[in-house]
């Protein structure tokens, strides 16, 4: 089977057996992953240009979700731009993903940028699938 390669894009915590179990099973053990975490922005953080805090919270979510996958071939980019669209497009113009994969919250508590990356799957040359951590929960 040929090596998939998988860019994550994650906004929410994951469970990390929930992320390795789908991860492995819609994609081999041996997926090439790229995980990218959009920073959260609010109205407010924007406000009080609280920026570096939430990139920094990005690059811990986009750790602790690279660290739950069981494959050599992952690697954490830095902390992505706040805008899903974009931040894939920058994601994909250094690493050729095969399908792009969007970890989500719910859909209630999803915020702008959650939204806003729901419709993404007509917007680029490759596939995108979006995880919602809903369906982690009924596991």
Do not use: C
Not at 37 to 60: G, K, T
Not at 98 to 123: I, K
């Amino acid at each position: 089977m040929d090596e998939r390669k998988i860019l994550l894009v994650v906004f929410a915590d994951v469970d990390g057996d929930w992320l390795e179990s789908e991860i492995r099973r819609r994609y081999g053990a041996h997926a090439e992953v790229q995980v990218i975490a959009p920073p959260e922005l609010s109205r407010l953080r924007w406000l009080f240009m609280d920026v570096d805090r939430a990139r920094d919270e990005a690059h811990e979510r986009a750790q602790h979700a690279a660290e739950s996958l069981v494959t050599e071939q992952v690697e954490v980019s830095e902390p992505a731009h706040p805008d899903p669209r974009q931040a894939i497009e920058d994601a994909l113009g250094t690493f050729a993903a095969d399908e792009v994969v969007v970890v989500t919250h719910s859909q209630d508590e999803a915020n702008w940028q959650e939204r806003r990356a729901l419709h993404l799957d007509e917007s680029f040359d490759v596939p995108v699938r979006v995880m919602s951590l809903a369906a982690a929960a009924r596991r």
